[in-house]
């Protein structure tokens, strides 16, 4: 394995080496063919792609879906993707932030853009829907500094394009990015920002780690590594941005003009309403020679944006819940960024305490990781929460709705929710559901003292130890 | 590989059609309030040529009356006149 990889050309090679990419030298169609292609990816969860020819765009390269899977996720951190979470949530916790190296240039300053050369038509950005228009930027990663105390936040931001040198950046009041601009819009100062287009893996997974305020994402990059990322200072502001990105944007975020913002493919499959969002001028563009565009499809899961998100508050959610409830043996947010979330619990442990499942749904509502979460599925720990048909296995043989399912109305829910029907700006509100899929305890527990009809876990053990993809058995087992 | 500079030269067709959707969005943007109080809310309206060319009850219907093929165009639904101003 080779970790750590610090460009996205470097990803894509490793990629490559793992038989995890596809080179796509069809010509392809950015309205409908790229977004289309992500959407199968996905589905399938296929390798990443990287489209080396992009009709009316000569020179350009398109690639996505390179954190799309759980594996892939885990290569970019350098561990196993066997007990992932408990495994970097361990190297986290015992490693410290560390500062990034500021470098005088790097291979994002190969090109220089500004003034009125700068023309954002020409760089290829896909429409991922079909009404979507003009397109949105969609793996653009956004930094600001704090005004006050030199804190930098980077988060992955969804911009659509509004002209040559104009995109909206859509930003939510419980974002710290928000907390950030709500300073510059006091002081009556436009916000420098800095936009970067691809760069390495373990950058943008950095950025989604929920670092609290006033922690530099960039320096969990160092905590994921152990040395410092490279950066360079932009162009035009103190803000700094990795030395070996594709894409640089560095603009000004108006702090009074709002434009009209959407509609954007949401991840709940549908489109965004129209909002009112901050204008982003763009002052000046650095980039790589031949940069490649980074593109992240969104929309209904499973997509490349919603599995990192998804994960990375896993990650969070999991350490939390873990503390409150130390009896929970794994966590999965199977869709929609905990619209469904399976907790499995130990059986032992659920006899030991009765009301188990109860306790766990009521503890993660009031755990900060978990604002979204709406379906919670609770299995026991034979079932693995990341697979849908174990979990809705489970659904089907350990579960009666009559005696086994609570609903509770008006609880804190995901406002971009389309079944609410408030569509409002604060947290949004929903039926919290509680699903307890688990074998019943005695005396209600007749129709499980059968047992499990299965092979012998030991010879199942030693088949699985030799399992592959294409064959039945590891090369050189006997 | 010739070295292309990514960021100049000649557009492209595909190029100019961006430019002419951001046109069009411009005139959206600009002209967002008439629109609210000319078309019912949750109607759907096509924009081309910085001017509203088709409406109708649904998507399909509006690029159906454009021929099938959005090109510049743009379809929207017609918000209500509250939009939500997050930030």
Partial sequence: MKFPTKSLEEWIEFLDSQGALIRNDREVELRNEVSSIAKKTNQTQGPAVLHNYIHGYPGWRVFHDGLSSRERIAWAFGRPKENFLPNIIAHLQKSKPIKPTVLRTGPCKEVKITGDDIDLTYMPIPFTGELEGPPFITAGISNIKDPDTGWQNTGIRRFQLKGKRKINNLILPFQHEAMIFGKYIQKKQPAPLAIVLGADPIYYLASQIPAPAQVDEMDMWGAVVGEPLEVVRCETSEILV????????????????????????????????????????????????????????????????????????????????????????????????????????????????????????????????????????????????????????????????????????????????????????????????????????????????????????????????????????????? | MKDIELMKGPKSEPQKLMERILANREWLDQNIKELIAQYKVGEWIAISGQKVVAQ????????????????????????????????
């Fill in chain 1, 242 to 478: 990795p030395a070996r990105a594709e894409i640089i944007l560095e603009g000004e975020m108006d702090p009074v003009a709002r434009e009209f913002e959407g509609s954007f493919p949401e991840f709940s499959g549908y489109y965004s309403v129209f909002r009112y969002a901050p204008v982003v001028h763009i002052k000046t563009i650095t980039m790589r020679k031949r940069a490649i565009y980074y593109y992240m499809y969104n929309g209904a899961p499973v997509s490349e944006g919603l599995t990192i998100g998804s994960m990375m508050n896993e990650m969070e959610l999991y350490r939390q819940l873990k503390e409150a409830v130390p009896e929970v043996v794994d966590v999965a947010l199977l869709s929609n960024w905990g619209g469904m979330t399976v907790v499995s619990i130990g059986k032992a442990a659920k006899k030991k305490s009765p009301g188990l499942g109860k306790r766990i749904a009521f503890a993660i509502k009031t755990l900060k990781a978990s604002p979204f979460v709406k379906h919670i599925v609770i299995v026991d720990d034979d079932i693995d929460v990341r697979d849908p048909y174990q979990v809705l296995w489970s659904f089907c043989t350990r579960f009666q709705a009559a005696k086994d399912i609570t609903v509770i109305p008006g609880s804190p829910g995901n406002f971009l929710d389309p079944s609410e029907f408030w569509l409002g700006l604060g947290p949004g509100f929903t039926s919290y559901t509680i699903f307890e899929c688990t074998e019943k305890l005695p005396p209600y527990d007749i129709g499980y003292r059968r047992g499990l009809a299965r092979p012998a876990a030991d010879v199942w053990e030693r088949i699985m130890g030799e399992w592959t993809v294409n064959g039945f058995r590891k090369e050189g087992a006997k």
């Fill in chain 2, 56 to 87: 109708g009850e649904s998507a399909e219907e509006v690029k159906k009356a454009l021929g099938g093929v959005l090109g510049e165009a743009l379809i929207i639904c017609v918000p209500d006149k509250d939009i939500p101003l997050p930030f």
